[in-house]
C-alpha cells in the first residue's frame, strides 16, 4: 500500500497523469474540495483524505475565447467554462465540443486528460479538460 499523498495542486496534476480526477474530502462535514486543501473551508478541520471524482458533469457557464495568451493561442477560438460535479463541486475547465455552436449551459460533459506538453514556460502537468460525452 502507498503513502498517503499530501493535498496538494502538484498531487492534483499527479493524478491527472494517472486518468483520475480527484478531490479532498473533510473527514469530519464531507465537505469535497477542488482545488485541494489541507484545511477544510467548511468546518475548518485539518483532517482531510484523497476521493475520487466521477467523470461526468453539467456545464454551468461558459464563454468562448477569441484572443488568447501566447501558449493557447494555437486553440483560438475555444471555450472555457465551469462543469458541476455530481459531488456538487465546480471545476474551471476548457471544453472541447465538435462545434462550439452545440454548447448549452446544462448539457452533460465527460472528464478527459492530455498529457501533451504546453510551451515551455508554462508549466508541464498533464491537463483534464470536458468534452461531449459519447
Known amino acids: 500500500m502507498s503513502a498517503p499523498r499530501d493535498p496538494t495542486i502538484e ?5 491527472c497523469s494517472e486518468k483520475k480526477l480527484m478531490g479532498v474530502r473533510c473527514v469530519r462535514c464531507k465537505h469535497i ?3 485541494p486543501r489541507s ?3 467548511n468546518c475548518r478541520s485539518s483532517r482531510v483524505e484523497w476521493t475520487q471524482l466521477g467523470s461526468k458533469g453539467k456545464l454551468t457557464t461558459y464563454t468562448v475565447v477569441h484572443m488568447a495568451p501566447p501558449q ?3 486553440m483560438t477560438p475555444y471555450a472555457v467554462g ?3 460535479m455530481a459531488e456538487g463541486v465546480k471545476l474551471p475547465s476548457i471544453i472541447r465540443v ?4 452545440l454548447l448549452k449551459i446544462g448539457m452533460e460533459l465527460e ?3 492530455s498529457t501533451n506538453p504546453q510551451e515551455s514556460a508554462w508549466p508541464q502537468w498533464p491537463r ?3 468534452k461531449e460525452t459519447a
Open 128 to 130: 483534464y479538460f470536458f
Open 111 to 113: 472528464a478527459d486528460f
Open 11 to 15: 498531487e492534483f496534476y499527479k493524478y
Open 72 to 74: 493557447f493561442k494555437h
Open 39 to 41: 484545511i477544510c473551508n
Open 33 to 35: 474540495m477542488v482545488p
Open 98 to 101: 465538435a462545434r462550439l455552436e
Open 82 to 84: 465551469i462543469v458541476e
